[in-house]
């Protein structure tokens, strides 16, 4: 009898959770009788010969997003104290400490999420139940050399602002932006952005807000693996320079995002 992919990574013990089951197979880390499987819902049976690839590095899959800017913007974090806004089950957190950081300040206004491994470890400073929209230095005490924003159902234009006070004046940052969540419903579909002219819209819109809140704009490219519900999400680098992004560099990286989109997406298809 067969049954779906995730369900059967569970059963089997080859991942703790479904949650856990999903991000594996979207990643790209299972193979089913030899070949790469990316669809949580692909069927199989115990005759078929499943395999986890590589053990997953991070305690969630936004950790591959923030270790892809890190290495498309040749960053590094090694010895800073870092920021991390939106933590939830700690992905970027992971990361940064996995890459060298000293220290990490993992910011979110949820409840219990950040994971087990992250609260133990002594370099990790959880503040949950924080709202990052009013952070003071008298919670954090010190000045953050390295900044990471990933946050859903808020702009974070409503957010940065605010922590820039925070930032040392050499800081360097990764933000997520996610379309899904700086445009008007309307042209969102089923929760998602599908239009390239409204990538653009959101990208710009969110640049151009945080050039006005006094940061620099180094560097765009887009996020992977792409988001869980099918959404393109941008991650861009920023600093307190003069730099900035030029309209035709959206418009390539956008393209580039829909082009490897679609290969994804078809790849997933015809292994269904």
């Not at 309307?186 to 239009?195: D, P, Q």
């Not at 861009?236 to 900035?244: A, D, G, K, L, V």
């Amino acid at each position: 009898m067969k049954q779906r992919l995730d369900k059967f990574l569970v059963e089997k013990n080859l991942t703790e959770s479904r949650e856990k089951a999903i991000e594996v197979i979207k990643a790209g880390f299972v193979k089913v009788n030899g070949k790469p499987i990316k669809k949580p819902s692909f069927k199989v049976s115990e005759k078929d010969y499943i395999e986890i690839k590589k053990q997953f590095p991070y305690v969630s899959r936004a950790g591959l997003k923030l270790e892809r800017a890190l290495s498309i913007f040749n960053l590094s974090v090694k010895d800073k104290v870092c920021l991390d806004i939106g933590a939830s089950t700690g992905g970027f957190t992971d990361c940064l400490l996995k890459f060298g950081a000293k220290k990490v300040y993992a910011v979110d206004s949820g409840t219990d999420q950040l994971h087990q491994s992250l609260k133990n470890n002594p370099k990790v400073i959880s503040m949950e139940q924080t709202n990052a929209r009013y952070l003071t230095k008298s919670q954090i005490p010190e000045e953050i050399d390295f900044l990471v924003c990933d946050v859903s159902f808020i702009s974070v234009l409503k957010i940065l602002p605010n922590v820039k006070q925070l930032l040392k004046e050499d800081f360097e940052g990764v933000v997520l932006i996610k379309p899904q969540f700086e445009l008007s419903r309307e042209k969102l579909k089923k929760g998602v952005v599908k239009k390239k002219e409204f990538h653009i819209q959101a990208i710009e819109k969110v640049l151009n807000g945080l050039k006005e809140a006094g940061f620099g704009i180094c560097n765009l490219n887009f996020s992977m693996p792409f988001g869980t519900e099918g959404n393109i999400e941008f991650i861009t680098h920023i600093n307190f320079s003069e730099s900035f992004i030029k309209s035709d560099t959206i418009r390539f990286i956008v393209d580039k995002a829909h082009i490897k989109f679609k290969e994804e997406k078809d790849g997933s298809s015809r292994l269904s």
